[in-house]
């Protein structure tokens, strides 16, 4: 079973900076793409961030210039670095994994993290 395992959440105030980490494990037989998604309260889940195998990255427009999607090939680990932070950042973050288990190699899966919660308030 592959899982992921989000870590770095917590209670900052406005302006100040956070790194959110996403450990995968499992059999995992390749990667296609890591992302970064949240949901406020009362709101759809929303995409923020991407990136590929090739290290191609994208942004939501509401966190462009602030938020930094990185991947850590050797541990298998997935970081947001996020800066400036402001209250409408205050979300649950969740880890997104499409990849190829070992198991069925034929086919891309779906895998989420428990999602991290991150708060910014004065």
């Known amino acids: 079973q592959v899982q992921l395992v989000e870590s770095g959440g917590g209670l900052v105030q406005p302006g100040g900076s956070l790194r959110l980490s996403c450990a995968a494990s499992?059999?995992?037989?390749?990667?296609?793409?890591m992302a970064w998604y949240r949901q406020a309260p009362g709101k759809e889940r929303d995409l923020v961030a991407t990136?590929?195998?090739?290290?191609?990255?994208y942004y939501t427009d509401s966190v462009w210039g602030r938020f930094t999607i990185s991947r850590d090939n050797a541990k298998n680990t997935l970081f947001l670095q996020m800066n400036s932070l402001k209250p409408e950042d205050t979300a649950v973050y969740y880890c997104y994994l499409e990849c190829r288990p070992i198991a069925t190699p034929n086919r891309y899966l779906d895998i989420w993290g428990q999602g991290t919660l991150v708060t910014v308030s004065s």
């Open positions: 499992g059999s995992i037989f390749s990667i296609n793409t």
């Open positions: 990136i590929t195998t090739g290290n191609s990255t």
